[in-house]
T-cell receptor, first 115, second 115 residues
Framework: DTEVTQTPKHLVMGMTNKKSLKCEQHMGHRAMYWYKQKAKKPPELMFVYSYEKLSINESVPSRFSPECPNSSLLNLHLHALQPEDSALYLC??????????????FGDGTRLSIL | AQSVAQPEDQVNVAEGNPLTVKCTYSVSGNPYLFWYVQYPNRGLQFLLKYITGDNLVKGSYGFEAEFNKSQTSFHLKKPSALVSDSALYFCAVTPQRGGNNRLAFGKGNQVVVIP
């Protein structure tokens, strides 16, 4: 069992739909991440939150909108996605945001399919 | 910018034989190095890390890795492979200064342990 919980596990949506991915951790971590992963490829960083503030946006299209309501929760709001956005979306967390020697803990992801 | 090279696409090994997964890195200054494993339909699981000190690092599930600064390598090893070790393995690096929570991942190595 992972300590980072992501819901839903699977999501199928049309290009005009609006949906949200959710991520929760109770390890007291203050850095949280969204990654996109294509099959058999490494994860690609999308966003980083440090102390509930957005610290990194890797030039992600605006159809992806992150939100960090509190230190335990991370959301990714989706709107008007494209078929190429189909992928596994991973959430991760780590201890104190600027201390890069701490490992990131990953959830099992949401597998997103865009019709 | 930091980068990781995992030169092999797939590593095949017979059960009970030693397993080695190769990783070389490029980073400004000293590195923090990590190995992660990903099983099918799961997120990445942290195996071990190098921060400083002993060049031989021991991690989960009997894995270890040796940091070699002169060769800029951090190869993952296991003395006796199990069929259950079949998975996708990622090496990752971030600089000790100015990493800003950005991990550079290698392309990944598919390990296949043959019974």
């Amino acid at each position: 069992d992972t300590e980072v919980t992501q819901t839903p596990k699977h999501l199928v949506m049309g290009m005009t739909n609006k949906k949200s991915l959710k991520c929760e951790q109770h390890m007291g971590h203050r850095a949280m991440y969204w990654y996109k992963q294509k099959a058999k490829k490494p994860p690609e960083l999308m966003f980083v939150y440090s102390y509930e503030k957005l610290s990194i946006n890797e030039s992600v299209p605006s159809r992806f909108s992150p939100e960090c309501p509190n230190s335990s929760l991370l959301n990714l709001h989706l709107h008007a996605l494209q078929p190429e956005d189909s992928a596994l979306y991973l959430c991760a967390s780590s201890q104190e945001g600027r201390n890069s020697n701490q490992p990131q803990h990953f959830g099992d992801g949401t597998r997103l399919s865009i019709l | 910018a930091q980068s990781v090279a995992q030169p092999e696409d797939q590593v095949n090994v017979a059960e009970g034989n030693p397993l080695t997964v190769k990783c070389t890195y490029s980073v400004s200054g000293n590195p923090y190095l990590f190995w992660y494993v990903q099983y099918p339909n799961r997120g990445l699981q942290f195996l071990l890390k190098y921060i400083t000190g002993d060049n031989l690092v021991k991690g989960s599930y009997g894995f270890e890795a040796e940091f070699n600064k002169s060769q800029t390598s951090f190869h993952l090893k296991k003395p006796s492979a199990l069929v259950s070790d079949s998975a996708l393995y990622f090496c990752a690096v971030t600089p000790q200064r100015g990493g800003n929570n950005r991990l550079a991942f290698g392309k990944g190595n598919q390990v296949v342990v043959i019974p």
